[in-house]
């Protein structure tokens, strides 16, 4: 039931925004400071999101075989690999390496 | 960390890839506005879709050539076909979570944003509030109201168009239609784009969410990890400015801090909020120096 809850009342919200933005008049959102916040935001929000799902179990830090995956992920990164690659390279590092009974 | 991008076109385009303002230092600084940022197929050092150095024809204007239309439903199907491809991910990911089959694929259908999609079912699997994951995911999704702003000269929206147009407007159908020489190409590129990505992001999710199923057990396969990896991936392509990766370095590390001290959910919006803070606060000596270097 909470699930519903957040799957719909999310999806209002962006549709709210999405709507806002062809109605608001432009003003009010395109000051240079209100600008940068909105710009930065995500690189604040999506490394939160990193260290979270890589590194915490319920309310506790925890380094395990996600982390080999995370790095795997990044070298692949820096090579350029594709969305789909990166995600999967880091997936089957983190398998093969709890197969072998680490993390 | 600004990365040579050589090898790979990537958008330097002022507006290309979602961005709206246009004083040079604005382009020039932000990580954000290289790349395709993100949205459903924001994929990771993900090229962009349009060849940004290419000249104009100042003949486009109003009646652009039968060649020109072409190029631009390319360049639009081309995207909606990578997208398409990340959504498998997000359906896998999301049934991991502990949502259904159903849930995942609303989410899609009716979010349609990947970033917020992502954050929405991260938090939602890490045992965190409906709030939390409700508030993370709408952060993220604040930056399609900066689209629409930017794309409503040119779609000019009427009736139940709308409410189409508002859907539709994420970070692919904004880079690709404002990168566009003449108002009809911006439209097609939007709608080519918009629907494309659509389509396959939604067919690629059901996908996912069934082999998700599947599975069993989401950490013998490693699907944590992949969650991990793919906020990564998203992250990567805006670490292309020092602002950007400073910020990055506080959200993570708040949110390393804040863990172990704050219930499940929070340190995400907890981190945000210094995130912002920290942006709004350096916004002004960023300025500074932008002005110095420029002399």
Redesign the interface.
Same mark, same amino acid.
């Given at each position: 039931m909470?699930?519903?809850?957040?799957?719909?009342?999310?999806?209002a919200?962006?549709?709210g925004?999405?709507?806002?933005?062809?109605t608001?008049p432009?003003v009010w959102?395109?000051q240079?400071?209100i600008?940068?916040?909105?710009?930065?935001?995500?690189?604040?929000?999506?490394?939160?999101?990193?260290?979270?799902?890589?590194?915490?179990s319920?309310?506790?830090?925890a380094l395990d075989? $996600?982390l080999?995956?995370?790095v795997v992920?990044?070298g692949a990164?820096l090579l $350029?690999?594709?969305?789909?690659v990166?995600?999967?390279?880091?997936?089957?590092?983190?398998?093969?390496l709890?197969m072998l009974g680490w993390g | 960390m600004r990365r040579a991008t050589g090898g790979t076109r990537v958008c330097t385009v002022p507006g290309a890839c979602g961005t709206s303002g246009s004083h040079p230092s604005e382009r020039r600084r932000a990580g954000v506005r290289t790349g395709v940022a993100w949205g459903p197929g924001a994929v990771a050092g993900h090229p962009c879709p349009v060849d940004v150095d290419a000249p104009r024809p100042e003949h486009a204007d109003q009646h652009p050539r039968e060649r020109d239309r072409r190029a631009v439903v390319r360049q639009g199907l081309s995207v909606a076909i990578a997208t398409g491809l990340y959504g498998v991910s997000f359906g896998a990911l999301s049934v991991a979570s502990g949502l259904t089959v159903l849930q995942t694929c609303l989410l899609s259908l009716l979010l349609f944003s990947g970033g917020s999609q992502f954050a929405l079912i991260g938090i939602l699997g890490g045992g965190g509030t409906v709030g939390a994951a409700v508030a993370a995911s709408s952060l993220l999704a604040l930056r399609n109201a900066l689209y629409g702003l930017q794309l409503g000269p040119t779609m000019l929206p009427r009736g139940w168009r709308r409410f189409a147009v508002a859907q539709l407007t994420i970070d692919e159908s904004t880079a690709v239609a404002v990168s566009q020489s003449a108002t009809p190409l911006r439209r097609l590129g939007f709608w080519v784009t918009g629907l494309g990505v659509y389509i396959g992001w939604n067919l690629m999710t059901l996908i996912g969410a069934f082999a998700g199923d599947a599975l069993g057990d989401p950490r013998r396969y490693g699907l944590d990890a992949a969650a991990s990896a793919a906020f990564l991936a998203l992250l990567w392509p805006r670490l292309r400015a020092r602002e950007p990766v400073a910020i990055a370095v506080v959200g993570a590390v708040a949110t390393t801090l804040l863990i172990p001290v704050l219930p499940q959910g929070l340190p995400v919006l907890a981190a945000a909020l210094l995130g912002a803070l920290a942006a709004w606060f350096w916004a002004k000596r960023w300025s500074a120096a932008d002005a110095e270097a420029a002399e």
């Open positions: 909470t699930a519903w809850i957040a799957v719909l009342a999310a999806s919200i962006a549709f925004f999405k709507l806002f933005g062809y608001v432009p959102l395109e240079p400071r600008l940068r916040v909105t710009e930065m935001l995500p690189a604040a929000l999506l490394a939160s999101l990193v260290v979270l799902e890589g590194f915490s319920g309310q506790q830090l075989a $996600r080999a995956g995370l992920a990044a990164l $350029r690999a594709p969305f789909i990166v995600v999967a390279l880091a997936a089957v590092t983190a398998a093969v709890r | -």
